[in-house]
């Protein structure tokens, strides 16, 4: 049975890249969304095992749409592991309160994506 994982992310060639690595190298089902209302509504229609999610978007931030996920009973078990450019030593408290899975600093390697992903859940290939 293949997992499945939900990036959201507002620029397309981060989607692009994320899904190549992670069907290449994890066998991931890979769901797309490009902002935070798109993401709440596919995690909640598909239930994905893990969702990517972009904490800079325009409209709904990343942090908003965790929020929102967390607050629904049918979403708030998925979980979730940010991604993003700020992960400075200063940025770093900014993440603690945050019920996330893990933070994935942007760039990040395609290729060992289902790796990391895999390490956080506690799963294997």
């Given at each position: 049975?293949?997992?499945?994982?939900?990036?959201?992310?507002?620029?397309?060639?981060v989607r692009?890249?994320?899904?190549m690595g992670l069907e290449m190298t994890g066998g991931w089902n890979v769901l797309i969304a490009s902002c935070g209302q798109e993401a709440l509504i596919m995690a909640e229609t598909n239930q994905p095992d893990v969702?990517?999610?972009d904490m800079m978007m325009p409209d709904m931030d990343g942090r908003a749409t965790l929020q929102q996920l967390k607050a629904c009973p049918r979403?708030?078990?998925i979980p979730v592991i940010l991604v993003t450019a700020k992960v400075q030593e200063s940025d770093r408290g900014n993440f603690t309160e945050l019920d996330v899975a893990a933070v994935f600093a942007k760039p990040f390697r395609p290729l060992k994506l289902a790796d990391q992903i895999n390490g956080v859940l506690g799963t294997s290939k």
């Amino acid at each position: 049975m293949s997992k499945c994982v939900l990036i959201v992310d507002d620029e397309e060639d981060v989607r692009a890249i994320a899904q190549m690595g992670l069907e290449m190298t994890g066998g991931w089902n890979v769901l797309i969304a490009s902002c935070g209302q798109e993401a709440l509504i596919m995690a909640e229609t598909n239930q994905p095992d893990v969702i990517l999610l972009d904490m800079m978007m325009p409209d709904m931030d990343g942090r908003a749409t965790l929020q929102q996920l967390k607050a629904c009973p049918r979403t708030q078990h998925i979980p979730v592991i940010l991604v993003t450019a700020k992960v400075q030593e200063s940025d770093r408290g900014n993440f603690t309160e945050l019920d996330v899975a893990a933070v994935f600093a942007k760039p990040f390697r395609p290729l060992k994506l289902a790796d990391q992903i895999n390490g956080v859940l506690g799963t294997s290939k």
